[in-house]
């Protein structure tokens, strides 16, 4: 059983279309994170949320706590935003990774 | 470039081979992890560190040996490892250990066993 799910798992886009990632969970959380990877294998971390919705530059990350859900979205996407995109949980002292969304923009 | 500094970026070892590898950050963070990760895996956690001492060990084999000689430096021994270890070894750090914090990443080591 996995705590955490995310769909899709792979996504190709065309470069300026909008994109989104969705998570799903089954635990209680204090905070939900989302993580970039690139091929070269460093994590960047893009958002940390409890509630509401929080916006950095091209990125929206929204959690809804009651539904246990999370999503990503990318405005204008970009080829440097190819990258494997993680959700990852906090309950208290424990961290659940998701597996991942995959991301190709095509140029 | 990351605050995270992990080194060496490629390794290279055999079976028989004892080597370490050093992550380093100086943000001040009081905990410390280790992630292994497998390709098209998400990361598994290994070891935490707060306050440099142990406070998880996820049931990691003894071939690995955790180090944490001060608040800035995360150590990780290895001895006899298998082929199965080759993974993406990924140093983290937060401020403290705990919900609500952010983790700092390295660009990892990349570890193949022959």
């Known amino acids: 059983k996995n705590e955490v799910e995310q769909s899709p798992q792979n996504l190709t886009a065309q470069e300026g279309e909008f994109i989104t990632i969705n998570c799903s969970y089954s635990?209680?959380?204090?905070?939900l994170h989302w993580l970039q990877q690139h091929p070269g294998g460093g994590i960047v971390s893009l958002f940390m949320?409890?509630?509401g919705k929080k916006k950095h530059g091209r990125l929206i990350a929204t959690i809804n706590i009651q539904e246990k859900h999370s999503s990503l979205h990318i405005t204008a996407s970009h080829p440097r935003d190819s990258a494997v995109y993680i959700c990852?949980?906090?309950?208290?002292?424990?961290?659940?990774f998701g597996t991942g969304t995959s991301l190709t923009v095509i140029p | 470039d990351t605050e995270v500094t992990q080194t060496p970026k490629h390794l290279v070892m055999g079976m028989t081979n004892k080597k370490s590898l050093k992550c380093e950050q100086h943000?001040?963070?009081?905990?410390m992890y280790w992630y292994k990760q497998k390709a098209k895996k998400p990361p598994e956690l290994m070891f935490v560190?707060?306050?440099?001492?142990?406070?998880i060990n996820e049931s990691v084999p003894s071939r690995f040996s955790p180090e944490c000689p001060n608040s800035s430096l995360l150590n990780l021994h290895l001895h006899a490892l298998q082929p199965e270890d080759s993974a993406l070894y990924l140093c983290?750090?937060?401020?403290?250990?705990?919900?609500?914090?952010?983790?700092?990443f390295g660009d990892g080591t990349r570890l193949s066993i022959l």
């Open positions: 635990v209680g959380i204090s905070a």
């Open positions: 943000m001040g963070h009081r905990a």
């Open positions: 990852a949980l906090h309950t208290g002292n424990q961290f659940y």
């Open positions: 949320l409890s509630s």
């Open positions: 983290a750090s937060s401020q403290v250990w705990g919900a609500n914090q952010p983790q700092h």
């Open positions: 560190y707060s306050y440099e001492k142990l406070s």
